[in-house]
C-alpha cells in the first residue's frame, strides 16, 4: 500500500509539473498571437490558444475526479478498518489486496492523465517552436523586402533623372539644329542675294 501511496504521489507531482509546463506554454503561445501583425493569423492563433485552454480544463476535471475517487476510495477503506475491527487475518487481507487494486486503479488513471498532459505539453512546445521559425521567416522576408524597397527607390530616382536628362538633350538637339538652319539660311542669303 505504501508503494501505491508513493506512486500516487509522485503521478501527482508529475500532473502539476506538466499543468504549470502547459499554462507557461499557452501563456506564451497567447502573447506570440496578439504580436502577429495580420488579423488571420492572430485569429488562428488565438482559437489554437482556446483550444489548449479547453484542453487544459479537461485535463484539471479528470485529475480532480481521479483525485476525489481517491480519496473517497482511502476514506472508505478506513471506514471499512474502524467498522472491522480486529476481525480475522484473512478479512484484512481481503481489505488489503481491495486497497492495493484501488490505489493501482487510481495509479493508473492518474499516469494516464500525466500521459496526456505529457503529450498537451509536447504539442504545445511544437505550435511555439513552429510560430517562432514562421516570425523568424517573416522577419527576413520583411529585411529582404526593405532591401528591394531601397534598391527601387534608387531605381526611380535613376529614370527620372535619365528622364531629365533625356528632355534636356532633346532641347539642345533641337537648339543646335535651329542655328544650324538659321547658319544655312543666312549664308543662302548673302548667296543668292548679296544686296539685301
Known amino acids: 500500500m505504501a508503494a501505491g501511496a508513493v506512486a500516487v504521489r509522485v503521478c501527482s507531482q508529475e500532473i502539476v509539473r506538466f499543468d504549470l509546463e502547459i499554462k507557461a506554454a499557452v501563456q506564451e503561445l497567447e502573447q506570440m498571437a496578439k504580436e502577429q501583425d495580420k488579423e488571420s493569423e492572430k485569429q488562428a492563433l488565438l482559437r ?26 482511502i476514506d472508505n477503506s478506513e471506514k471499512d478498518q474502524l467498522l472491522q475491527g480486529r476481525d480475522s487475518f484473512r478479512q484484512r487481507k481481503t481489505t488489503k489486496e481491495s486497497l492495493a487494486e484501488s490505489a493501482s486503479n487510481i495509479t493508473e488513471s492518474l499516469m494516464s492523465i500525466s500521459r496526456m498532459m505529457s503529450q498537451q ?13 514562421s516570425s523568424r521567416t517573416i522577419l527576413e522576408a520583411n529585411e529582404e523586402f526593405k532591401s528591394m524597397s531601397g534598391t527601387i527607390q534608387l531605381g526611380r530616382k535613376l529614370i527620372t533623372k535619365y528622364n531629365r536628362r533625356e528632355l534636356t538633350d532633346k532641347l539642345l538637339i533641337f537648339l543646335a539644329l535651329a542655328l544650324f538652319l538659321a547658319t544655312v539660311l543666312y549664308i543662302l542669303k548673302k548667296r543668292l542675294f548679296p544686296f539685301l
Open 121 to 133: 505539453v509536447q504539442q504545445s512546445e511544437e505550435t511555439v517552436q513552429t510560430l517562432a521559425n
Open 48 to 73: 489554437e490558444v482556446e483550444n489548449h485552454k479547453k484542453q487544459m480544463l479537461s485535463n484539471q476535471a479528470a485529475w480532480r475526479k481521479a483525485n476525489l475517487a481517491c480519496k473517497i476510495a
